[in-house]
């Protein structure tokens, strides 16, 4: 089963640096990495070209938007996983092995929201510590985007991100189009 990670980045380089060396970390999983730059310069490609890792890297230039970058990443991936890490994340050690295991067990399951936390432990955003399903009602507390892992099959079914949510959509709804 293989993992396609789509990481939509504008504005950094070192940090994505960070985030290659958490790959490192992540076991042997089958693994691709869709970047979808939409900076104007070279910074990422530096950066993509220093990295000496085990996974399949694409890199792809798209217009400003979180969203339809990461609609233009979905449009590239191999994988039957499909997770979105910000361009400034980590993954701790063997997360995506954990992952990849839950949906070996779990066939019944289409996706898995994961807690996201700082390198000491602490949570990023107030979720909920208690394991369980997530629903509308509380969904807000179950979720943030770069804890998503999802079936592929599930995303082509629902259709991709709608680009007039998120940062860089132009609109008024600048965030909250992961949990959409």
Same mark, same amino acid.
């Given at each position: 089963?293989?993992v ?16 290659l ?18 900076n104007?310069? %070279?910074? !990422?490609?530096?950066?993509? *070209? ?5 996974? =399949?890297?694409?890199? &792809? $230039?798209a ?26 994340c980590f ?17 019944e ?13 602490? %949570?990023? !955003?107030?979720?909920?510590? *208690? ?5 509308? =009602?509380?969904i807000? &507390? $179950? ?10 099959a599930?995303i ?5 991100f ?19």
């Open positions: 089963m293989r396609s990670l789509v990481m939509a980045t504008v504005g950094r380089d070192r940090v994505i640096g960070e985030f060396r958490s790959l490192s970390a992540q076991g042997k999983p089958d693994l691709e990495l869709v970047v979808v730059d939409q104007s310069d %070279d910074r !990422v490609a530096r950066v993509l *070209r220093d990295y000496q890792g085990d996974c =399949r890297i694409v890199h &792809v $230039r217009a400003p938007g979180l969203c339809r970058a990461r609609n233009v990443g979905l449009g590239l991936v191999t994988g039957d996983i499909v997770a979105f890490p910000d361009d400034d993954y701790p050690p063997n997360l995506l092995s954990r992952v990849l295991s839950f949906f070996h067990q779990h066939a399951y289409a996706g898995l929201l994961v807690r996201a936390t700082t390198p000491s432990g602490h %949570d990023l !955003v107030r979720m909920s510590r *208690r394991s369980g399903p997530a629903t509308l =009602r509380n807000w &507390v $179950r979720a943030v985007s770069i804890g998503l892992f999802f079936r592929r599930l082509e079914n629902v259709g991709g709608d680009e007039s949510l998120g940062v860089g959509s132009g609109t008024p709804w600048g965030a909250g189009e992961a949990l959409d």
